[in-house]
T-cell receptor
């Protein structure tokens, strides 16, 4: 039981390049989330998927797109990376939307030069 | 969601209880109090949550005041591995989980 798995662990991009961050969970959870964390700050929600087939914007969605590929997988895409997107990205899942604890992956460290 | 206020940092001696406070004076009746921690640069780890009753699990205890305006997370016997940033979050049923700056707990030998 791996929990929440994120790939890659590290990535360096040049400004303007695109990439997709992958996330998969094996806990049969219905809801999934993408957060970013910048130095010295708490986590900020980018997008979430309350259930398979739905996605919604969080606090900081600009510059990102997401896909809930199936119940297990939720990907985050940067179409044209900018230095302001340099951050650590965390994926999380929860059994349900609402009163259900989130379980996090160990993050992807992204640097955009 | 109600906002929370936590001290930016705290120290605790190894083996002693760590008591981490959180103020949430604008909490509503349907909002839960959650606690997470983040060790170094790992993903946040869920610790415990509650509505109005005190809660205990294998990791910690959560004490919520009767008026629900504040709560305390208690780690009964802190170890060096409990050094982390601890986040107190208030969340209503239909809202997402929003993290603040948290409390940096340092457990000292």
């Amino acid at each position: 039981n791996a929990g929440v798995t994120q790939t890659p662990k590290f990535q360096v991009l040049k400004t303007g390049q695109s990439m997709t961050l992958q996330c998969a969970q094996d806990m049969n959870h219905n809801s999934m989330y993408w957060y970013r964390q910048d130095p010295g700050m708490g986590l900020r929600l980018i997008y979430y998927s309350a259930s398979e087939g739905t996605t919604d914007k969080g606090e900081v969605p600009n510059g990102y797109n997401v896909s809930r590929l199936n119940k297990r997988e939720f990907s985050l895409r940067l179409e044209s990376a900018a230095p302001s997107q340099t951050s650590v990205y965390f994926c999380a899942s929860s059994l349900t939307w609402g009163n259900s604890p989130l379980h996090f992956g160990n993050g992807t460290r992204l640097t955009v030069t | 969601d109600a906002k929370t206020t936590q001290p930016p940092s705290m120290d605790c001696a190894e083996g002693r209880a760590a008591n981490l406070p959180c103020n949430h004076s604008t909490i509503s009746g349907n909002e839960y109090v959650y606690w997470y921690r983040q060790i170094h640069s790992q993903g946040p780890q869920y610790i415990i949550h509650g509505l109005k009753n005190n809660e205990t699990n294998e990791m910690a205890s959560l004490i919520i005041t009767e008026d629900r305006k504040s709560s305390t997370l208690i780690l009964p016997h802190a170890t060096l591995r409990d050094t982390a940033v601890y986040y107190c979050i208030v969340r209503s049923f239909n809202n997402d989980m929003r993290f603040g700056a948290g409390t940096r707990l340092t457990v000292k030998p």
